[in-house]
């Protein structure tokens, strides 16, 4: 919410030269005029630059158990839960 709020104070909405009717600015819109990076894109490039650096650590390294782990016990009842492999391979 904060970072569309400066950039819509400086690109206000505007009339349609056609319909007289004001133009909505949608997010979209927004961020083509003032070229900023899409936040879910950035958060999911840099989740895959952490797993890359996992990746190539060693075995007995703590997250690379985090990483590729399995959990012992008793699953929960209904949906499993998403875990960061799967997460992972949904961003491929």
Request: glycine fraction near 8%.
């Amino acid at each position: 919410m904060f970072q569309n709020r400066a950039p819509r104070e400086i690109f206000r909405p505007e009339t349609d030269a056609v319909t007289g009717e004001w133009r909505k600015l949608r997010n979209e819109a927004l961020s083509d005029m003032y070229s900023t990076l899409n936040i879910i894109r950035v958060i999911k490039s840099r989740g895959m630059r952490w797993t890359g650096h996992v990746s190539r650590m060693g075995r007995e390294e703590v997250y690379t158990r985090f990483l590729v782990g399995k959990h012992e016990g008793k699953r929960p009842l209904g949906r499993p839960r998403c875990r960061w492999e799967d997460n992972i391979k949904m961003d491929l």
